[in-house]
């Protein structure tokens, strides 16, 4: 029978994660596949086949791909654009044969306490923490680190769960919080959820992101994004812009580089997370094996004229495309930002007024009817904005986190009288 090839992508057939399709297709010219639970119901025609299973469960794509191995085809290697299938991807990728990354940086990349104790035993600075199940542990953690701490579950992602303590009752009422929000979310996500992390508090709101372009035995930072959080004691990702003015800064992107060599991820881009605090030392918040989420691959893409999903899967695929990403220079600024109601019920959506000349996009998600909570994670959203500047700024601007403001303010219509609560 002949033989005959596909990529499969994970993880690419959702929202803001378009762009990786055409990525794939500039990295090769086999066919793109993609997977999801019910190829039947849920067929995306973006792909040029999609498998019937569940993109987060090795299992199901193997016994998927054997389907389809009797027919001919084959996948040349997996690829996970998001953190629910970094570990799935890599497995099969394992199973068969096809590369990948070692389980014990799957591991790592996705079990932050793990993360943290390879983060140190390679010297690379990141706060302290403490694993903890039950209210006691947690009281001991608090002593043992000192107050503020940051209370997060060791396995989510989208600041869901993420709160900040500055007291002990704080710390008990967040840890109730964190769990809460694993009680609504833990299945839909398939994580455990069963322990949580104690984290000393890099106490101040700045915070990038860098994208990194791994390979075996170097590594080339692609983008540094500029993070904008919500008020405290929950820290949402507000607005992300690329470039930030911290681009040229090289102790920085030395940093994000050793991160992800501590962790041993030697393919693919990867997504490091770094807070500044007081006096300007870098720390390592996290690490993620995969291409930075929320659409900021599209601002990259906007900012450097280049498909950050292209070497991703160029990467997967064993081209080497270091020297691309050593040569790249930001052309523009790029922004995303979200939207967000003030709390209360949203009694009406005004949209269709003329916007702004930078906005670039905007997508509203919310609807009459809908309830608005304070900003806490990326399930307390009601849209999107993204926006273009031809400048490259040369100290942090405020006008993605404005602009976002003000429209929400003329878009979303409160409700008088009715309180919600946290
Ligand atoms: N130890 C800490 N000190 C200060 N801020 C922290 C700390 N840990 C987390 N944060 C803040 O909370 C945010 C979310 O935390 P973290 O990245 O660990 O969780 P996450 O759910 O994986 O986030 P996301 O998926 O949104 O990146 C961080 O980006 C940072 O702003
Ligand atoms: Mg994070």
């Given at each position: 029978m002949l033989h005959k090839e596909y990529i499969l992508l994970l993880g690419a057939d959702q929202y803001l994660r378009e762009r990786a399709f055409s990525g794939a297709k500039r990295a090769t010219d086999i066919p793109v596949w993609a997977a999801t639970e019910d190829a039947v119901r849920k067929l995306n025609r973006t792909f040029d086949n999609m498998l019937s299973a569940d993109p987060r469960d090795a299992e199901s794509l193997l016994s998927a791909i054997r389907a389809y191995s009797a027919q001919g085809w084959h996948p040349r290697v997996v690829v996970p654009l998001n953190?629910?299938?970094?570990?799935?991807?890599?497995?099969?990728?394992?199973?068969?044969?096809?590369?990948?990354?070692?389980?014990?940086?799957?591991?790592?990349?996705?079990?932050k306490y793990d993360m943290k104790q390879a983060l140190v035993a390679a010297g690379?600075?990141?706060?302290?923490?403490?694993?903890?199940?039950?209210?006691?542990?947690?009281?001991?953690?608090?002593?043992?680190?000192?107050?503020?701490?940051?209370?997060?579950?060791?396995?989510f992602g989208g600041s869901g769960g993420v709160v900040l303590a500055t007291t002990r009752e704080e710390a008990v009422a967040g840890l109730a919080a964190s769990k809460a929000v694993i009680a609504q979310y833990g299945s839909a996500f398939n994580i455990l959820g069963d322990k949580y992390l104690v984290e000393q508090c890099v106490d101040s709101d700045d915070e990038v992101s860098v994208e990194v372009l791994c390979g075996a035995g170097r590594a080339?930072?692609?983008?540094?994004?500029?993070?904008?959080?919500?008020?405290?004691?929950?820290?949402?990702?507000?607005?992300?812009l690329v470039p930030s003015h911290r681009t040229g800064d090289a102790e920085l992107?030395?940093?994000?580089?050793?991160?992800?060599?501590?962790?041993?991820?030697?393919?693919?881009?990867?997504?490091?997370?770094?807070?500044?605090?007081?006096?300007?030392t870098a720390w390592v918040i996290e690490v993620a094996a995969r291409p930075g989420g929320d659409g900021i691959m599209d601002q990259v893409e906007r900012a450097y004229g280049i498909n950050p999903y292209w070497l991703h899967v160029?990467?997967?695929?064993?081209?080497?495309?270091?020297?691309?990403?050593?040569?790249?220079?930001?052309?523009?600024?790029?922004?995303?930002?979200?939207?967000?109601?003030?709390?209360?019920?949203?009694e009406e959506v005004?949209?269709?007024?003329?916007?702004?000349?930078?906005?670039?996009?905007?997508?509203?998600?919310?609807?009459?009817?809908?309830?608005s909570q304070a900003a806490k994670n990326w399930s307390t959203r009601e849209g999107l904005i993204e926006l273009e500047w031809d400048e490259l700024f040369g100290e942090k601007t405020w006008l993605p986190v404005t602009t976002a403001k003000e429209l929400s303010d003329q878009i979303f219509m409160i409700g008088a009288g009715e309180t919600v609560g946290e």
């Amino acid at each position: 029978m002949l033989h005959k090839e596909y990529i499969l992508l994970l993880g690419a057939d959702q929202y803001l994660r378009e762009r990786a399709f055409s990525g794939a297709k500039r990295a090769t010219d086999i066919p793109v596949w993609a997977a999801t639970e019910d190829a039947v119901r849920k067929l995306n025609r973006t792909f040029d086949n999609m498998l019937s299973a569940d993109p987060r469960d090795a299992e199901s794509l193997l016994s998927a791909i054997r389907a389809y191995s009797a027919q001919g085809w084959h996948p040349r290697v997996v690829v996970p654009l998001n953190d629910w299938t970094v570990d799935s991807a890599n497995a099969v990728n394992r199973a068969l044969g096809l590369g990948g990354l070692d389980a014990d940086t799957v591991t790592n990349a996705r079990n932050k306490y793990d993360m943290k104790q390879a983060l140190v035993a390679a010297g690379v600075l990141t706060p302290r923490s403490r694993l903890v199940e039950s209210e006691e542990e947690l009281l001991e953690a608090v002593e043992a680190i000192g107050l503020p701490v940051v209370v997060k579950p060791y396995d989510f992602g989208g600041s869901g769960g993420v709160v900040l303590a500055t007291t002990r009752e704080e710390a008990v009422a967040g840890l109730a919080a964190s769990k809460a929000v694993i009680a609504q979310y833990g299945s839909a996500f398939n994580i455990l959820g069963d322990k949580y992390l104690v984290e000393q508090c890099v106490d101040s709101d700045d915070e990038v992101s860098v994208e990194v372009l791994c390979g075996a035995g170097r590594a080339e930072v692609l983008a540094v994004t500029e993070k904008y959080l919500s008020p405290r004691p929950w820290f949402a990702e507000v607005a992300h812009l690329v470039p930030s003015h911290r681009t040229g800064d090289a102790e920085l992107t030395a940093l994000a580089v050793r991160a992800c060599a501590a962790l041993g991820i030697d393919r693919g881009l990867a997504h490091v997370e770094i807070k500044f605090d007081a006096d300007g030392t870098a720390w390592v918040i996290e690490v993620a094996a995969r291409p930075g989420g929320d659409g900021i691959m599209d601002q990259v893409e906007r900012a450097y004229g280049i498909n950050p999903y292209w070497l991703h899967v160029g990467s997967y695929l064993g081209n080497d495309l270091l020297d691309v990403v050593a040569a790249a220079e930001p052309v523009r600024t790029s922004a995303i930002a979200f939207l967000k109601a003030e709390p209360g019920r949203i009694e009406e959506v005004l949209d269709g007024k003329p916007l702004p000349l930078e906005v670039r996009s905007i997508n509203i998600s919310a609807k009459p009817g809908d309830l608005s909570q304070a900003a806490k994670n990326w399930s307390t959203r009601e849209g999107l904005i993204e926006l273009e500047w031809d400048e490259l700024f040369g100290e942090k601007t405020w006008l993605p986190v404005t602009t976002a403001k003000e429209l929400s303010d003329q878009i979303f219509m409160i409700g008088a009288g009715e309180t919600v609560g946290e």
